[in-house]
């Protein structure tokens, strides 16, 4: 069983930056794909960034690419969402999400690949 907890949300002006981490239970984090997802008050969750096991390989989507970065530190067994330049519309709660894998180089975008998620952190941003 994998367990993973989110931090470093919060409240913060457009523009501004945040940090979030998502630390990892288990002897084995450097095998997990990794990813962040967001869900909006009345949305749908929806995909955002993900990276693989060495973390030579990240994948974002397209309303944050050239904002966030994800980045992983295996020896801490953490994953970040480094997120600039916030908008309001980047208001939701950001989850991150864990999939095993035997393959190195693999990337998931969609939520249904994954097999382990965290509880959440809210991010709000004002206008």
């Known amino acids: 069983q994998v367990q993973l907890v989110e931090s470093g949300g919060g409240l913060v002006q457009a523009g501004g930056s945040l940090r979030l981490s998502c630390a990892a239970s288990?002897?084995?984090?450097?095998?997990?794909?990794m990813g962040w997802f967001r869900q909006a008050p009345g949305k749908e969750r929806e995909f955002v960034a993900a990276?693989?096991?060495?973390?030579?390989?990240?994948y974002y989507a397209d309303s944050v690419k050239g904002r966030f970065t994800i980045s992983r530190d295996n020896a801490k067994n953490t994953v970040y969402l480094q997120m600039n330049s916030l908008k309001p519309e980047d208001t939701a709660i950001y989850y991150c999400?864990?999939?095993?894998?035997?393959?190195?180089?693999?990337?998931?975008?969609?939520?249904?690949?994954?097999?382990?998620w965290g509880q959440g952190t809210q991010v709000t941003v004002s206008s």
């Open positions: 999400a864990a999939k095993p894998t035997d393959n190195y180089s693999i990337i998931f975008t969609r939520g249904q690949e994954y097999d382990y």
């Open positions: 990276i693989n096991w060495g973390g030579g390989r990240t």
């Open positions: 288990g002897r084995r984090f450097s095998t997990y794909a």
